[in-house]
């Protein structure tokens, strides 16, 4: 499989930032099309049904001026204030009395805010609603708490009256009252015709855009953001936009990335290679008394060393700074999100592997010393596991694995060559008969050892051939007895070298064929109907925007189901066992839609059968607009905006319905607008025959359904009764 990018395709996660901004906050608001008339809601969250009473259909697609929640005490000044407000282009405040859906009221303090669009023009305005009272009861008790604190402080130097507190918090009340009511803005009634309204009611109030498009084009200033408690750098634009990527942060994808990563394998390898090399045969106690007078500069395999240390550091800074995908497909690029997930994954492993002992217990000058070097030095070899990982990446050919396998296996050899020498080296100044196989192969060459002489005996060059030739021979067969072990730990050594090949032996260059058809199979698939992907893009001729997409979905599609194909994987269970699967990947939807509440375990079961779950990428058009409608829409992650002649009309998000009220139709009508992914979108769908097959078969949950079922957004064309 390639490198997992996640999601990097283009998204408009404007209404995702708003609601993961203000989840924290409790806020209400809304948001409304400035662009449709009257400024009609497309968006309305939780808190602002609960404040109210209504829900999401009932708000959606109304004027932006809330006429549904005024009463008799609701003055025409304030409404008049309001429309007004969104005629501007500027943020306003202003105090207006609602009434909630069961008949009480409640002072409310609202933010008009617009938003542009990429292009400098005012497309939506945000409402943000607060209940004036709870603000005024919260200022309160901030004061008389400050006061409370003051007073305590105080009470050992003067005394209080004790009406003191209480009064002063009153005046603080009463102050923060009348500076709420004063008008933060100024009217213009030169092109706003205020008889007109005065003469008509609350509910006929209508929004007239302005004559000049230009009027709504003033920049909206960080004042907009400070309103809503967000950053001047949070709030995106109204279009598709591409991941925010935080400065400094580098693309986990990116070729710089892919430069650094071969850089860092290539030197792990040659740690993997020289480190157990350099603490067996080149770490002794004359190399230390050579590096004790001149420094590093005595050997340079020292200084590639120091030089391969630094990158290892270098290479934890980069991963800290370095994007990832999470269990969601999603790449994550805030520097604190990726250092914590750095630190519980490969940090340690990363860090003990770039820590430079020799340079730590440099100059100690003992034979420990020479010892724990070698013995810490082996840590580097930790970075092994991070590059068996990588590896993964592309070992996905046959001929790649069958290399990795020899590499591997000759890597595996070399450690044991090297562990075959120290041992006769360790054991060779204490052994009073001269029997290891050092003194053997010195006299099989004719260079005998002189305990005198500490540059005597065989070469560096011939003891590491030989050893490395004894683990060989010793890994694919018994050996050749011309390098045979003579002491008990040399045998012991031996036996073990013996039980590592049989079992390398039998399970790799044995089963070669075997291991990559069963490792690889999928991988397999997965380029195989790439490949047919590409084929069919390549004859017909698809241009690039649309390969693009087809290739992107192809891959998001794989990584979700593995290539594999749940329909035919469910028809070979049987029926009851079937159902009980669909039951719980649709579980979510089944135990939180309020439709469902009341059905009987059967009939979820059956239900859960006939749902169907799809995946949009940002971009795609779920339902165009002239569609016949004979599907009902769950939406679970992510969300879509409806258009009407590209006029976003509402924006829907996670627990939306759309579609259109099966009940009360006996033939499916027609799409009155078109339907598009704003961002990575997982829905749930039921087709019209199917949801009314199941409720003909429970015809006491039917009336249920109905009547809990809330269409979000109604899609259908009433305008369109026939087929034509």
Known sequence: MPVRRGHVAPQNTYLDTIIRKFEGQSRKFLIANA????????????????????????????????????????????????????????????EILYYRKEGSCLRCLVDVVPVKNEEGDVIMFILNFEDLALLLARKANKTLHQRLTRAAFNSERSKMKPSFLNSSADAD??????????PQFTLNFVEFNLEKHRSASTTEIEIVAPANAFERTQNVTEKVTQVLSLGADVLPEYKLQAPRIH??????????????????????????????YSAAFLLNDQEEERTWECGYSCNPLDIVDLIVDIMFIVDIVINFRTTYVNTNDEVVSHPAKIAIHYFKGWFLIDMVAAIPFDLLIYRTGTDETTT????????????LVRVARKLDRYSEYGAAVLFLLMCTFALIAHWLACIWYAIGN???????????????????????????????????????????????????????????????????????????????????????????????????????????????????????????RLEEYFQHA????????????????PECLQADICLHLNRTLLQNCKAFRGATKGCLRALAMKFKTTHAPPGDTLVHYGDVLTTLY????????????DIVVAILGKNDIFGEPISLYARPGKSNADVRALTYCDLHKIQ??????VLDMYPTFSDCFWSNLEITFNLRDVRRLHYG
């Open 35 to 94: 662009q449709m008339d009257n400024c009609a809601i497309i968006y309305c969250n939780d808190g602002f049904c609960d404040m109210f009473g209504y829900s999401r259909v009932e708000v959606m697609q109304r004027p932006c001026t809330c006429d549904f929640l005024t009463g008799p005490e609701t003055t025409h000044s304030s409404i008049t204030q309001l429309t007004q407000a969104l005629l501007g282009s500027e943020e306003r405040k202003l």
């Open 173 to 182: 009340l009463m102050r923060y009252r009348t500076i709420s009511q004063i």
């Open 247 to 276: 400065r400094w942060t580098i693309l986990h994808y990116s070729p710089f990335k892919a430069v650094w990563d071969w850089l860092i394998l290539l030197l792990v390898i040659y740690t993997a290679i020289f480190t157990p």
């Open 372 to 383: 724990l070097i070698g013995l810490l030095k082996t840590a580097r070899l930790l970075r």
């Open 426 to 548: 360790v054991e060779r100044p204490y052994m009073e008969h001269k029997i290891g196989w050092l003194d053997n192969l010195a006299n099989q060459i004719g260079k005998s050892y002189n305990d005198t002489d500490l540059s005597s005996g065989p070469s560096i060059k011939d003891k590491y051939v030989t050893a490395l030739y004894f683990t060989f021979s010793s890994l694919t067969s018994v050996g050749f007895g011309n390098v045979s072990p003579n002491t008990n730990s040399e045998k012991i050594f031996s036996i073990c070298v013996m039980l590592i090949g049989s079992l390398m032996y039998a399970s790799i260059f044995g089963n070669v064929s075997a291991i990559i058809q069963r490792l690889y199979s999928g991988t397999a698939r997965y380029h195989t109907q790439m490949l047919r992907v590409k084929e069919f893009i390549r004859f017909h001729q698809i241009p690039n925007p649309l390969r693009q």
């Open 558 to 573: 794989w990584s979700y189901t593995n290539g594999i194909d749940m329909n035919a994987v469910l028809k070979g269970f």
């Open 634 to 645: 769950f939406i679970s992650r992510g969300s879509i905006e409806i258009l009407r002649d």
């Open 688 to 693: 019209r025959e199917d949801l009314l097959e």
